[in-house]
């Protein structure tokens, strides 16, 4: 028998966020330094500064177009960041053997996990907020040049016309133009869209750790994403005529894959809606709800995958 | 951490089985089968066997990575796949990888942080264990995509020392390094067995194993088939070699006249020769080739 007394005198091993801080902030080096979250990051830029080209539309139309444009190309771009950022954490690990060292060290496989998890949001997060302020900063430059083209329009109408430009009316225009460009629901929406993301990267992550293959997390990430934006027309779609398969199916797609339609706000923000605080937050309540699960998931997976 | 004086068995394991599963038919294919082994605190243990003969397997049940499909597995008592036994471990994988963006120093902190030693502890741990894998010249501020192979066996030495483990295991450790670093990892061992920790090394390479364990065992396709001590198993008992010095080869006949009288037999007889390894040693070293990684 092995003698106790043989053993060294340690504390007990409890579960340590100080692991997870320094596992997330080696998995934001690995990240930072591909190049693919680099180019998907300048190629996100670039679309958002190419929208303020479109000049054509009415001084409000270019607004909506810029905020409808910059906010999909924010969904989209994050998205796949979030997807192939997320499916290929595990799949290096376990090619690379890194998670050899670090498994047979005292870590806990959650903790492990929820390191390459924050690590892999953080970047993303990063990425997003980057697109947010230049989004700011394109509107921002947007306003100020509608402004101008506004008060020349109106400059040369008094001349032709052989008026005198009145001060108030100057000053409606100038609002009517700031109340086109300024909009507190794009901080709801891009709240919205990071909850969307944080949701994505954990169903991600819940794929990734039983799958064998970095193609099969992707496709089936993307399927899901898909399926979880468009549930919502299958259940317009056939709410007249519900057959009780249908509705077996309908109610099964929406528990097993969460409703991402409802982080999509750019609609109503195009047409004007306002979105209330209580109503955006029940909904990121909703997301960050569906995180926990899919991460306590991954993590009954990856406790006992043999790696 | 206060290490208690030790004694005797720290790895154990008992009848270990792990089969894996190949397909969705949950066809298997048998890695061990039936292990009993013991290794003893303080010890040089060697798994050897062609590849495919399980070694690489029993280790990774060891470590917890995969759990035994029978049997058990007990680190200082504990069994291995909870993770407080592997506190008492150190391991260095086969061709380790590591993050190629990180550079040495930063490999082998970024372990010791994990296992949380930091501040001074952390940096004087990290240039001590540099030191001792040969790498603290510079070569440790180099990102690991520029190391070599033998390089990269040292940053894994290192890391799986980082906590100062009282067991540390090493899986193929010489595989695809140079004699000379070859030379060094086995000083590196005979160091940490000095420095009473147990080793237990797995590996094909029967030369180097020889050199440095005191007991093996040897596997084949999942079982083992012979276990002792080495100077037990190697040593042919009935025999024994001289080699003499300056003799003349008249004087060679009558030793030689004198073992038939007494009932010897000279099984093997000709001119030592130095080997392969020493030559490249020796060689090396009059260039003064220590840069060799």
Redesign the interface.
């Known amino acids: 028998?092995?003698?106790?007394?043989?053993?060294?005198?340690?504390k007990?091993?409890v579960f340590?966020p100080?692991?997870i801080f320094?596992?997330a902030s080696?998995t934001v080096?690995?990240l930072v330094?591909q190049k693919v979250f680099n180019v998907l990051l300048v190629f996100g830029l670039v679309i958002i500064c190419s929208s303020s080209f479109w000049s054509e539309f009415s001084p409000e139309d270019q607004f909506k177009f810029m905020k409808d444009f910059c906010l999909g190309a924010m969904v989209v771009i994050g998205a796949v960041m979030s997807v192939v950022g997320t499916a290929m954490l595990l799949p290096q690990e376990l090619e690379?053997?890194?998670v050899?060292?670090?498994?047979?060290?005292?870590?806990?496989r959650i903790e492990f996990l929820l390191g390459k998890f924050f690590g892999q949001v953080c970047v993303v997060f990063a990425g997003v907020a980057m697109m947010t302020l230049v989004f700011g900063g394109v509107l921002y430059f947007k306003e100020l040049s509608v402004k101008k083209q506004v008060r020349a329009e109106l400059q040369r109408a008094v001349e032709v016309h052989n008026l005198k430009l009145e001060d108030k009316l100057v000053s409606d225009q100038m609002t009517k133009v700031e109340n086109a460009s300024r909009d507190m629901n794009l901080v709801k929406a891009i709240l919205l869209m990071f909850v969307n993301l944080l949701l994505i990267s954990a169903i991600t992550l819940c794929i990734s750790s039983f799958s064998n293959s970095l193609v099969f997390t992707v496709v089936i990430s993307f399927m899901i994403i898909m399926i979880g934006n468009m549930q919502h027309i299958a259940r317009e779609a056939w709410a007249g005529s519900m057959s009780p398969i249908k509705q077996v199916f309908i109610k099964v797609v929406a528990f097993v894959i969460p409703d991402l339609q409802k982080f999509n706000v750019a609609d109503d923000i195009i047409v004007g809606r306002v979105l209330d605080w209580g109503g955006t937050s029940l909904t990121c309540g909703y997301g960050l709800m569906m995180t926990l699960l899919f991460l306590a998931v991954a993590w009954m997976f990856f406790e006992?995958r043999?790696? | 951490m206060v290490w208690v004086r030790c004694m005797r068995k720290v790895i154990e394991i008992k009848n270990l089985t792990k089969k894996f599963v190949l397909d969705w038919r949950q066809r298997t294919m048998t890695a061990v089968s039936g292990l009993d082994l013991t290794v003893n605190e303080g010890e040089v243990f060697g798994i050897l066997g062609p590849n495919g003969s399980g070694k690489s397997t029993t280790l990774k049940v060891i470590l917890g990575l995969v759990s035994p499909t029978e049997g058990e597995v007990l680190v200082q008592g504990i069994p291995a796949h909870q993770v407080e036994a592997h506190r008492y471990l150190g391991f260095l994988p086969e061709n380790p990888y590591f993050y190629q963006f990180l550079t040495g120093e930063e490999t082998v902190r970024f372990y010791g942080r994990l296992l949380g030693m930091k501040g001074k502890a952390l940096d004087s741990r990290v240039e001590e264990l540099l030191e001792l894998v040969g790498l603290l010249d510079g070569r440790q501020k180099r990102r690991l995509r520029g190391y070599s192979k033998g390089m990269l066996q040292r940053i894994g030495l290192a890391q799986a020392l980082v906590n100062d483990p009282p067991i540390v295991i090493l899986d193929e450790p010489t595989a695809g390094v140079d004699p000379i670093g070859s030379r060094e990892i086995r000083d590196i061992i005979l160091e940490l067995k000095k420095r009473g920790k147990t080793v237990l090394i797995s590996s094909h390479l029967l030369e180097q194993v020889q050199e440095v364990c005191d007991r093996v065992c040897i596997m084949d396709k999942g079982v083992k088939i012979l276990e002792g001590k080495l100077n037990e198993l190697v040593p042919l008992q009935d025999r024994v070699a001289v080699t003499i010095k300056n003799l003349r080869p008249e004087d060679m006949l009558a030793v030689e006249e004198l073992i038939k009288q007494r009932g010897g037999e000279i099984v093997e007889k000709g001119q030592p020769r130095s080997t392969l390894e020493n030559l490249f040693l020796e060689a090396v070293r009059q260039r003064g080739g220590k840069d060799h990684d």
């Open positions: 028998m092995t003698d106790e007394l043989s053993k060294p005198v340690l007990p091993l340590s100080a692991r320094i596992i080696n080096t690995e330094r690379q053997r890194t050899y060292t670090i498994l047979s060290k005292p870590v806990y006992f043999e790696v």
